[in-house]
């Protein structure tokens, strides 16, 4: 709601600083108005945020840091809790038996480039891991597009060079990882051919948007075409696709796609053809194997905190909820075990019922958005099954630009990237893209929830 209040104190300085700025700047342009004119934008057009988040050099750096360790964590699951065992990983995680085949073969050729996304909460006191995910399958490739859009707005642009703030590129650093995973495939004499690819059922509905990422691709000497796997033709063992030999696959398929025995068959030439080293595949499909929210509920399990030092313990203790797979017993949040169902129906408003493998938000319950009755049976029906149970956390307002001077209270989704440190500085991260709802009880900040998406400047 837009409000002429004096903004209140909260997590953002910088956010109350550009408040102010605005209504001493008496501006009333549109701040997003380049955005139409941009066709990368265009899902966007009339979804974007009347200004920018903010994160202090402080406070982006240290969640970078956090973010590393906590991936790092992720990949020493297999060897920390399974004795080296990825297929034991995977099923503990929820993949069947063909997810489980294809997910791990592959997994042990070559680096695994840390690449990802972590969507977090602030809650007043500091961020909150709700997800992170380990993918090349990454939404928000536009990310630096909106900063550039927003930047054209002369108030914000004088705001950014008066507090020295910046924003990385997101896809250059995405790019960036492509280039350090797959060197072996990337050729020295031509641009390279990278396909961006999706199942035949997923294209018909994202293919629009990853033919606009392969236009993008463009920008940093990059021939990039954007299909499905059914258009792949394998001559000589080496896909093709609309008469092109491919270099590298930027894959947006996902575990649960290759539940679906047509999309598995359609995988199975091209997983093949990575193993000839005759493509490059980014990210391998292994990285799926980390970025789930079951192998989140095994670094919070009580029972492995013996595995962790006292450095990644506090890392964990710091950024991770509460949360925990779906059994008859488990540990609260105070380490005493306890009947977890019982637990979990006594704390319905405190807790978010969510499945490991599925994306984008799909499946996930927040139990303060149902009656008691559909908590108690979408509980039950969980046990034993690919779910986790989540402590709510509760996202800190922050200032925005409301419109006449005025200032909008939004409560926001950080989507923060992370990349190699040592391939795209800043402490590997690689931009923030953040998605805000007026409502504070909303169950996801998305925007299938009606959120609204806006960029991330930082430093200062």
């Known amino acids: 709601m837009t409000t002429t209040r004096p903004p209140v104190l909260g997590r953002s300085p910088l956010g109350r600083a550009y408040v102010e700025h605005l209504a001493a700047s008496g501006s009333t342009q549109v701040p997003t108005a380049a955005a139409g004119d941009s066709a990368v934008l265009e899902p966007y057009r009339d979804r974007l945020t009347d200004g920018p988040a903010f994160l202090s050099t402080t406070e982006c750096h240290g969640l970078a840091?956090?973010?590393?360790?906590?991936?790092?964590?992720?990949?020493?699951?297999?060897?920390?809790?399974?004795?080296?065992?990825?297929?034991?990983?995977?099923?503990?995680?929820?993949?069947?038996?063909?997810?489980?085949?294809?997910?791990?073969?592959?997994?042990?050729a070559g680096s695994l480039a840390p690449l990802g996304r972590a969507d977090l909460?602030?809650?007043?006191?500091?961020?909150?891991?709700?997800?992170?995910?380990?993918?090349?399958?990454?939404?928000?490739?536009?990310?630096?597009?909106?900063?550039?859009?927003?930047?054209?707005?002369?108030p914000l642009r004088e705001f950014v060079t008066r507090h020295g703030l910046r924003y990385p590129d997101t896809l250059d650093c995405i790019v960036r990882m492509m280039y350090a995973e797959c060197a072996a495939m990337i050729p020295t004499d031509r641009p390279p051919v990278v396909a961006v690819v999706d199942t035949t059922e997923n294209f018909a509905i994202v293919g629009s948007r990853l033919e606009v990422l392969a236009d993008m691709l463009g920008r940093y000497g990059i021939e990039g075409v954007g299909c499905h796997l059914g258009q792949f033709t394998y001559p000589g063992g080496r896909p093709r696709v609309a008469g092109r030999a491919v270099d590298v696959v930027l894959r947006y398929f996902l575990p649960e796609d290759l539940s679906d025995p047509a999309a598995a068959a359609q995988v199975e030439p091209l997983l093949?053809?990575?193993?000839?080293?005759?493509?490059?595949?980014?990210?391998?499909?292994?990285?799926?194997?980390?970025?789930?929210?079951?192998?989140?509920?095994?670094?919070?399990?009580?029972?492995?905190?013996?595995?962790?030092?006292?450095?990644?313990?506090?890392?964990?203790?710091?950024?991770?909820?509460?949360?925990?797979?779906?059994?008859?017993?488990?540990?609260?949040?105070?380490?005493?075990?306890?009947?977890?169902?019982?637990y979990g129906r006594a704390r319905q408003d405190e807790l978010v019922l969510k499945p490991t493998l599925l994306h984008g938000g799909n499946g996930?319950?927040?139990?303060?958005?149902?009656?008691?009755?559909?908590?108690?049976?979408?509980?039950?029906?969980?046990?034993?099954?690919?779910?986790?149970?989540?402590?709510?956390?509760?996202?800190?307002?922050?200032?925005?630009?409301?419109?006449?001077?005025?200032?909008?209270?939004?409560?926001?989704?950080?989507?923060?990237?992370?990349?190699?440190?040592?391939?795209v500085g800043e402490d590997g991260y690689a931009g923030c893209l953040v998605r805000g709802s007026a409502d504070p009880g909303v169950g996801v900040v998305s925007m299938a929830g009606g959120a609204r998406i806006g960029c991330t400047f930082h430093g200062g």
């Open 272 to 342: 093949a053809a990575a193993e000839r080293e005759q493509v490059g595949l980014f990210s391998r499909l292994d990285a799926e194997l980390y970025g789930n929210k079951g192998t989140l509920a095994m670094l919070s399990d009580d029972r492995h905190r013996g595995l962790f030092d006292a450095g990644e313990l506090a890392c964990l203790d710091r950024i991770l909820p509460w949360t925990r797979h779906v059994r008859a017993r488990g540990t609260d949040a105070e380490g005493a075990e306890v009947d977890l169902l019982a």
């Open 364 to 423: 996930v319950l927040p139990g303060w958005t149902v009656d008691g009755a559909e908590w108690r049976a979408r509980l039950d029906s969980a046990l034993d099954g690919p779910f986790v149970l989540q402590r709510r956390v509760r996202p800190t307002a922050e200032p925005f630009p409301g419109g006449a001077g005025g200032r909008q209270d939004l409560y926001l989704n950080w989507g923060v990237y992370l990349a190699d440190g040592d391939v």
């Open 65 to 108: 840091r956090d973010l590393r360790t906590v991936y790092d964590l992720l990949r020493a699951l297999p060897e920390r809790v399974f004795d080296g065992n990825l297929t034991a990983l995977a099923e503990a995680v929820g993949m069947d038996a063909r997810q489980t085949a294809l997910i791990t073969r592959g997994a042990h």
């Open 121 to 154: 909460y602030h809650d007043g006191t500091g961020f909150r891991l709700l997800e992170f995910n380990i993918t090349s399958a990454l939404g928000g490739f536009e990310a630096a597009d909106i900063n550039r859009a927003m930047l054209a707005y002369p």
